[in-house]
């Protein structure tokens, strides 16, 4: 805003015939205004109005010539001040608009100054004012929903201040031109929290973060990430020392792990990585030199066989193994699993999939069960997960079931928007599994009647190509959404948890258990703010029939086992 340039408004006088003068009414001024009102001395006083040849006008209080008191202007650039003058100029309360703004407030001598209130260009600001400039305390929202509450200097946020960006995040401390410096806090919309020094709003210098999850960074920050010496303390009783490059092991450190292994040496990008020595829980010391965590020479240098390489001479053999294991029908209705952890970089799929294996044979009562890993721990002694391995297992199953059986597919991974589960055992080039794929490789087991449930992001996008009358299959997600609870540290994902842990616990109705699944999932993602997964799905009737069959044939021997082991007991006294 422009300050008005003060006019000493006096009456232009003319002679009209007699010499009378013009009447007050109808007097011009010099820039060609029209006044109408009461002239004391050849000065405008008191009440009046001035209309200007472009259409602006004013209206209200003159003293001495000059617009002074409570008055009203309109500007021909669409600019309406209504409130208090001082020599022709915006002095004391009142409120200013214009075409793209709209103040109310404080000014001095044509400026905002004091207490005030701007909305301007989606912006608005409730606060001090200085010089037309945000200067003291205040409050400023911005278009996109950030904001910041605190001190003001020259138009920006200067002092002691919080500022929340539109995500919930929140930064608190000393501001200098609007960015944080020195030390401050902040607060993630997820529940992690950093205090410690800042610049230019970002990590830097001496610090403590700390995740939702509980783990602990403690040490020396730039460019928004630990790096430099500093300290973790993982919530699963790990702690590492030493030094870090963005986040990550880098350099020398001693890590001591949950199991009570510690190793001591080099580090990098969080893998042992040249010298260094582990000891591991039982006492038994492995030093050498290390790469990408694999120890590759022993103390004296010497060369050591590759644990990758090894493991996958024996794949064959444990596939073999776990597939020879399996029993035929017996001619009562009979339960196989399968049972498949896709991705080894994080341990949450294989303790998923175990407590599924483990809760359909003692719960459910399988009797055939195969199950297909990808672990960074367990390349040895597991069968991988792959295409090949999952249509190997199938096609066995096919053939060691009767037509009267059941069986029950689990899979739990991460997902992608195309649709295609991640098959990912570290050091291994794995391909994923497209939807279109896992059917064929399930397609042996199209005579059997079988439940299918799959864990993983966009996970409805599986049911079309897999569902028909001999297939019930549910998801954790809609196909266009994402589903959660994929950490290292968690024992479930959240769909997982729902059905496994919990509805499936409760009762053994697979309809019923899905909707309490949905139900407990949807309840925890708006407790946690996240957008509904919306589990999917797909129940053909004569699935259900078919495993309700199963349970009342379970009951029925069940009941015949207690009856046997009753009377024998009675028999024997």
Known sequence: MRPLVPLA?????????????????????????????EVVDGLLQGEGRVDYPNGSWYAGHFSNGQWHGQGEWHGSNGEVYVGQFQQGLFHGQGKLTTPTSSYSGGFKLGRRDGEGSLREGGQHYRGQFKDDQYSGAGELVLADGSQYQ?????????????????SGNQFSGHFVDGLLKGTGTFNSAEGDQYIGEFKANRLEGRGRYENADGDVWIGDFKDGALTGKGELFAVDGSHYKGGFRDWRFSGKGRLQLADGSVYSGGFENDSYQGSGRLVLPGGRVEAGHWINGLRVRDEQGRLLPDPLEQALLNQGSLLEQALGQIPPSTGDIELYSLTLAGDGNQSVFLREAEYVSDMLKTRFGAIGQVSLVNHRDHLADRPMATRETLTRAAKRLAERSGPEDLVFVYLTTHGSHEHELVLDQPRLQ?????????????????????IIVISACYSGGYIEPLKDERTLVMTASRADRVSFGCSEEADFTYFGDALFAQALNQTDDLQQAFELARAHVDQREQAEGFEASEPQIWAPKGVLAHWQKLRQQQARKALQSATAVEEKSTASH
């Open 150 to 166: 605190g001190q003001f200097a020259k138009g920006k946020p200067n002092g002691e201040g919080v500022r929340s960006d539109a």
């Open 430 to 450: 794995l391909a994923d599994l497209p939807a279109d794929e896992l059917a064929a490789a399930l397609a042996p087991l199209k005579e059997r009647d079988k």
């Open 9 to 37: 408004l006096i009456l232009l006088l003319a002679a009209c015939g007699d010499g009378e003068p013009l009447s007050p009414p109808d007097a011009r001024l010099p820039d060609g205004g029209r006044y109408r009102g």
